[in-house]
């Protein structure tokens, strides 16, 4: 049971260049979402998906999207990546209930 | 979404001093997660609160939803080196999951 893994767990790019990030659990939760962490701002949501088949934008989804492949996967996209969407990516799923973290990705945005 | 203010943003303690870290809202919040992040870790989940004036303990932790249920404090009596990290309060709308966290408390503890 690995709980919610992402990949890939840390990329560099070029501003301008696209990149997807992905996410899977096997936790059999209907919730998934993205948010990013920068220093002193916390945890901010980009992106979730209440159940597969949906989802909705947070409080940050300029410059993302994201899709609910199945119930186990939830991706997100950077279509043109900016130097201010350096940050570290976390997925999460829950049932909805307490949320469960993957590991995060580090992006950084050049 | 549910808005939280969390203080302090940083604090040191020596090993063995007691530690607490405050979650406000100007709005009366449905509920209240707590998680903990290690340094270079994801944030994990420690508690949820959800009635007003609740207190749950786990182990040298105390959590507590204040009457009025605007305001949360996480204590830990006698920290250890292993209480190291960043501690976040959470709070969601209709649906637990969309949460608004606080911008957390990062704990430093000299050994």
């Known amino acids: 049971n690995a709980g919610v893994t992402q990949t890939p767990k840390f990329q560099v790019l070029k501003t301008g260049q696209s990149m997807t990030l992905q996410c899977a659990q096997d936790m059999n939760h209907n919730s998934m979402y993205w948010y990013r962490q920068d220093p002193g701002m916390g945890l901010r949501l980009i992106y979730y998906s209440a159940s597969e088949g949906t989802t909705d934008k947070g409080e940050v989804p300029n410059g993302y999207n994201v899709s609910r492949l199945n119930k186990r996967e939830f991706s997100l996209r950077l279509e043109s990546a900016a130097p201010s969407q350096t940050s570290v990516y976390f997925c999460?799923?829950?049932?909805?209930?307490?949320?469960?973290f993957g590991p995060g990705t580090r992006l950084t945005v050049t | 979404g549910q808005q939280v203010m969390q203080i302090p943003q940083y604090q040191h303690v020596q090993e063995g001093e007691d530690f607490t870290t405050y979650c406000n809202s100007s709005?009366?919040?449905?509920?209240i997660q707590w998680y903990k992040q290690r340094p270079g870790g994801h944030p994990v989940f420690l508690i949820q609160l959800v009635k007003s004036g609740e207190v749950k303990k786990q182990k040298r932790l105390t959590f507590q939803f204040g009457e009025a249920k605007k305001n949360s404090s996480l204590h830990i009596t006698a920290t250890q080196t292993t209480d190291v990290g960043t501690y976040f309060c959470a709070s969601g709308g209709t649906s637990y999951g969309k949460l608004t966290f606080g911008q957390g408390t990062i704990l430093t503890v000299h050994p």
């Open positions: 999460a799923s829950s049932t909805p209930g307490p949320l469960y």
């Open positions: 709005t009366t919040l449905s509920n």
